[in-house]
């Protein structure tokens, strides 16, 4: 199934972007048949190479963390750790993340990284509005 998603002009911290966001569910199995899941908004970014997810989050779902990486964002370095969750999109599939890192103190509520998009298959279309439609299907 094929995802559109609308996406806007965005400034921060001086620099302009074209930000896509997208609800999905972080998903952890924790028993046969039982999951935790939680709905977040996550902003698409085909600059971060991994998925991450807010450290509270990772904590608060009880996610398992793993060997300690550090993170180099745009301005700092931070301590952060490798988990693993599955992601499901609003059109029901769902991706396994082997690596995705927990973070402390992220802006965003979630971020879908090239080890996602990689995966599947986008396209960027303008809206004619200055905007661009960004698609992706698995």
Request: proline letters at 7%.
């Amino acid at each position: 199934m094929r995802m559109v998603i609308h996406a806007v002009p965005f400034k921060q911290d001086g620099y302009s972007f074209l930000q896509v966001l997208s609800p999905v569910q972080v998903v952890l199995p924790i028993g046969q048949d039982q999951h935790r899941r939680v709905k977040v908004n996550a902003l698409w970014d085909t600059g971060a190479t991994n998925t991450c997810i807010p450290m509270k989050l990772a904590v608060a779902m009880g996610i398992p963390l793993g060997e300690a990486t550090p993170l180099t964002r745009m301005r700092t370095t931070d301590q952060s750790y490798y988990c693993q969750f599955w992601i499901e999109f609003p059109t029901g599939e769902a991706v396994f993340v082997p690596e995705a890192v927990a973070v402390p103190d992220m802006r965003a509520k979630f971020i879908i990284g090239m080890d996602v998009i990689s995966r599947g298959r986008t396209t960027i279309e303008p809206d004619g509005e200055g905007g661009v439609n960004f698609m992706f299907s698995i």
